[in-house]
């Protein structure tokens, strides 16, 4: 007791406020949580009314609403217009695992009920139908360091398709969440006579997260007589990894850190903590907000604006003209493409077009990179279209560029052909002489979808449409840690400051002259 009376009232008081914060702390870690119901075996739109989303042992899946998760039927899947469609009352999902361990699979499997069925039939004229679903998976009460590692999609299909003008598209994308990162996509395609199971690689999640978006577009055309195409069921299954937390001598020594602080604060000049408060202000900077996937075209124009966003170093901004027909830019979903030295946006303008009257539109994307030079572009469409003995539908698209001098026509692949379902051009630049690699580029999209003479049977299609810049490398001196700065100049000043009270304390007490 004798002890603690010698204890200072400034660091006792500051000793009870930390009890008392404690304490705090303590009620409200104690208090119980919101239990978040388990997953059971039902149909779609009941896991859609679960505000919140279910667990399957570590995993909470969320189909709501909230977390922008749809269920979106197009043509002859749309069951307001085909009665035999399904909607999400007729759709059953089944888990998959129970989610308690890493490495293993863990999520559902849909099909339908109700005598409902995802089917284009052949009916004297081609019957097409689009199936947008998508919702979100993330790890729960698991430490930060455990991560989604993969997702994989299987289904099971039959499809009958005499002269190769009907097939099955399967196209899924992952985007971390919350983070908003593209992560890796899986797609099947199925041609001629295609009955059973089909099971895609995993598609390995980089950069993993705890939480992630899964979107699948299904697309099925049945185009001749006889013909049809039906997903009987498909199965979406995640894997994570866990890996142990680092041992907590950090905060240990931040603890320590603090005390010593505390116990030392007297010796603490105001300069020094206001040149450690300049400093950690000077190591700040405003930061461009990072493009989101996930996000419409208009929250892009409206939201990041002129100002634009950035992926990776480069920052984006877009610009969107839709024609006659095309959607409107609250309907075209972005999704980032963060890659290493080939960052850039993707795009899904869901087009179908049955008549010769062409659907276009314009997209205009600026690029800049603030570190890394452009070298090349990047563009890709995917799409489809079919035909008949005299005609077929066409896509047709292309990128050019004009900042400067520079100009980048894409002539690879603008045009698809029957069936096809991809076409991409990704030519070099050309710089004029005295113009170095440039470090911006104004990107003009122009596509146009246009079906053929005989309506239904000779449509075209788009889903997708992607824009990338290449870059090249360039190596930069490293910034100091401006923690380290802070901590460098807080102990060059301590050292300075013990000096001086050394010379003050000697002026003011000179040593007696030698006897």
Known sequence: MDALREIPKGVLGGWKAIAVLGVLVSLVAARPAL???????????????IAGGCTIGNVLFDFSADVGSAYNPTGTLDPTVNANAASASDVYLTIVGDGLSGGTQVGFTFSTINGKSWNATYDGSSEFGDLNLNFTAELQSLPSTAQFASGTLSMTVDLADSNQNSFILAQESFNTYPDDNSSGTVAFVFFDTATGQYQSEPSFLDPQSQ???????????????????????????????????????????????????????????????????????????????????????DYYQTTYGSNGCTVNDVLFTVSYTPGTGAPAATGITVTVIPTNLDPGLDFNPVITNTTTTPVSFTLVVVAQASTNSISDVGFTIVGSNSCN????????????????????????????????????????LTQPAGLSVETQLKLTTSVSVTGGTGGASTLAHISDLKLQVSQIPVTVMPEPNPFLLIGGSLVALAFGAQKIRKRSANKANPPSPAA
């Open 35 to 49: 239990a978040t119901p388990i997953c059971t075996d039902g149909t779609l739109a009941s896991f859609q009314a």
């Open 211 to 297: 939480g992630v978006t899964a979107t699948k577009d299904f697309f099925l055309i049945a185009s001749d007589s006889g013909d049809s195409a039906t997903i009987d069921s498909f199965t979406e299954s995640f894997t994570y990894v866990e890996t142990p937390e680092p041992r907590m001598f950090l905060p240990v020594a931040l603890g320590i850190l603090l005390f010593g602080a505390w116990r030392w604060r007297k010796r603490l000049a105001a300069p020094q903590v206001c040149v450690a408060v300049v400093a950690l202000a000077a190591s700040s900077a405003h930061a461009t907000p990072a493009c989101l996937s996930g996000k419409s075209v």
């Open 389 to 428: 003995a005299t005609s077929c539908g066409s896509v047709t698209g292309g990128v050019t560029s004009n900042y400067g001098e520079v100009n980048i026509p894409i002539t690879d692949g603008n045009k698809l052909g029957v069936n096809a379902i991809s076409a991409s051009g990704s030519p070099q």
